[in-house]
T-cell receptor
Framework: KNQVEQSPQSLIILEGKNCTLQ??????????LRWYKQDTGRGPVSLTI?????NTKSNGRYTATLDADTKQSSLHITASQLSDSASYIC????????????FGTGTRLLVSP | SQTIHQWPATLVQPVGSPLSLECTVE??????LYWYRQAAGRGLQLLFY??????ISSEVPQNLSASRPQDRQFILSSKKLLLSDSGFYLC??????????FGPGTRLTVL
């Protein structure tokens, strides 16, 4: 079954600290993996995208890694800010006739002052 | 530039009432369009996708239906809403695996 699992479900960190979110997937055939940031009541905003051959991708304070062998990805947030409080969703795109996205349930991050 | 519009932004409806959510896309033609639903505490679930006018594919059996009356318009409907239809509905345009655009979403509460 094509699934994307994320951990932890929720996380509280102090402003300025770093954190790492995890994503494991069992999606096949694999096309790419994205990390999205979703504020409550808003559509997801893409942070990073990685294809099969990419191991790491950075976007400012966000750094994503991908291990296609173990089917694991992580999103590392450096020097967290209050505005980082949101849900972070791992999404795997299947390489099918139409572009099917499999979404993780997300990690809810709260950055406290 | 490409833009996806959804309306309404929020909706509160009684059980048994009808539903119509609209999604329109600007800046492209013949887009592949998708409807997703996010229930509270759950991930986004694909409901319908459409590759062209009048072409609808359903991912899961449910109380909802979709229509594609125009090239850049995708409508999600229900004749009688259930409590379980509450959630956050997202329209997406996915021209390729590496390009994905989401609308702002509609928050539906069924009472």
């Amino acid at each position: 079954k094509n699934q994307v699992e994320q951990s932890p479900q929720s996380l509280i960190i102090l402003e300025g600290k770093n954190c790492t979110l995890q994503c494991n997937y069992t999606v096949s055939p694999f096309s790419n993996l994205r990390w999205y940031k979703q504020d409550t009541g808003r559509g997801p905003v893409s942070l990073t995208i990685m294809t099969f051959s990419e191991n790491t991708k950075s976007n400012g304070r966000y750094t994503a890694t991908l291990d296609a062998d173990t089917k694991q990805s992580s999103l590392h947030i450096t020097a967290s800010q209050l505005s980082d409080s949101a849900s972070y969703i791992c999404v795997v795109t299947m390489n099918t006739g139409f572009q099917k996205l499999v979404f993780g349930t997300g990690t809810r991050l709260l950055v406290s002052p | 530039s490409q833009t996806i519009h959804q309306w309404p932004a929020t909706l509160v409806q009684p059980v048994g009432s009808p539903l119509s959510l609209e999604c329109t896309v600007e800046g492209t033609s013949n887009p592949n369009l998708y409807w997703y639903r996010q229930a509270a505490g759950r991930g986004l679930q694909l409901l319908f996708y459409s590759v062209g006018i009048g072409q609808i594919s359903s991912e899961v059996p449910q109380n909802l239906s979709a229509s594609r009356p125009q090239d850049r318009q995708f409508i999600l409907s229900s004749k009688k809403l259930l409590l379980s239809d509450s959630g956050f509905y997202l329209c997406a345009w996915i021209p390729s695996g590496t390009r994905q655009f989401f609308g702002p979403g509609t928050r539906l509460t069924v009472l």
